[in-house]
Structure formats: structure tokens, C-alpha cells
């Protein structure tokens, strides 16, 4: 069976990013000294599999199962709904903290492949980071569910839509979705 194919055949993939909308939501202290310069998402493959950074609240805040700032950062409801499409993803598990409140919040950052799969006819706005327009390449993509494209300087996740559906039914909140081209 093939999931997420649209008419003639071809997997349909979505670049899934973090609702802005959520305002609320926690906020980082001083990340920047446990994470470094650079590349937050190969800086935390060097931590521990289990990791406490500190985080700021508001009044009423949000945890939302999707963020991607500092780093990609996904609930066990997320993680789990993740390993049923590509189980052999490696995690390590954050726990955000909130001193002040004292509240904490565990969160899993993954590991995923990251893919050469976008045509020339892929553009980037703002020197290599924000992807303009998408089109992956099917044969480069494999059976691949979940992944990072390779490329920009951002870390832009794609996800094919049956993973898409399956964290819609869940009732995940915190992400939107874009879908992108693919040429078969």
C-alpha cells in the first residue's frame, strides 16, 4: 500500500514549522551557554540522553507538542506518533524547567536524516535560509517518512502524509503545515 500518493501516483510531503500563533509558550534562559554558536540541533547530539535546560513562563502558558526554536523539540505523544513511521529514530530528551513556577515539561529532540532531495527549481529567500518554493525529488527521497532537507541553513522538516494525518489525528497542536511540490 502507498500512503500519501495524489493523482498520478506521485507522495505528496509537507514542510511541517511551528505555529507562530501560540504566544505563550515557554521561553528560553540563557540557552545559548549550554547550546553555543551556531548550529543548535549539532550541538545537543554532543549532550546527554537526558538534558535540563531552564525556560520562563507567562501567565497562562502553552506547551505545545512542535517547536523548533532553539532546536527541534517534540512531546512523547509527537515522539511516539514519529517511531511508527521511521523507527529508528534517535531522541534525546530535554526537560524544560521553570524554577519560578515550579513546573517542568519533557520534551524529546530527534534525530533525523537529513536528504539532498530538492530540484533546481527550489528557491531560498533571506541568504539560504527561508525556502521560497519547494520541489522534492521522489527517487531521492526514497521510503523515507520524516527528514530534514539538506540544503538551507534552516532546518526544514518534511514530513510525507500519512505522518501528516497521523499527528492530525492525535490532536498535536503547535504546527502547520505546508505542502510542498514533488516531481516524480
Known amino acids: ?8 501516483g506521485a507522495l ?6 511551528q505555529d507562530k500563533g501560540y504566544t505563550d509558550i515557554p ?5 545559548f551557554y ?12 554532543k549532550f546527554p540522553d537526558r538534558e535540563i535546560f531552564l525556560i520562563h513562563t507567562g501567565d497562562s502558558p502553552t506547551y505545545i507538542d512542535f517547536m523548533t526554536e532553539p532546536m527541534i523539540m517534540v512531546t512523547e ?18 526537560v524544560l524547567l521553570d524554577r519560578e513556577k515550579k513546573k517542568s515539561q519533557n520534551y524529546f529532540v530527534p534525530k533525523f536524516a ?11 529567500t533571506n541568504w539560504n535560509y527561508d525556502i521560497n518554493y519547494v520541489e522534492l525529488d521522489e ?14 541553513e ?16 492525535r490532536g498535536t497542536k503547535g504546527f502547520i503545515l505546508k505542502e510542498t511540490d514533488v516531481k516524480g
Open 12 to 17: 505528496r510531503y509537507f514542510i511541517i514549522e
Open 139 to 152: 527517487r531521492k527521497i526514497g521510503d523515507k517518512a520524516i527528514f530534514i532537507l539538506k540544503g538551507p
Open 114 to 124: 537529513e536528504l539532498d532531495c530538492m530540484t533546481d527549481k527550489s528557491t531560498y
Open 154 to 169: 534552516k532546518r526544514n522538516i518534511i514530513v510525507r502524509l500519512d505522518v501528516a494525518e497521523s499527528l492530525l489525528r
Open 77 to 94: 505523544k509527537v515522539k511516539k506518533c514519529l517511531q511508527l513511521y521511521e523507527p529508528n529514530i534517535r531522541f534525546k530528551e530535554i
Open 34 to 45: 549550554k547550546l553555543g554558536p551556531g548550529d543548535a540541533m549539532k550541538s545537543i547530539q
Open 1 to 8: 500500500m502507498v500512503f500519501g500518493s495524489a493523482e498520478g
Open 27 to 31: 521561553n528560553p534562559v540563557n540557552w
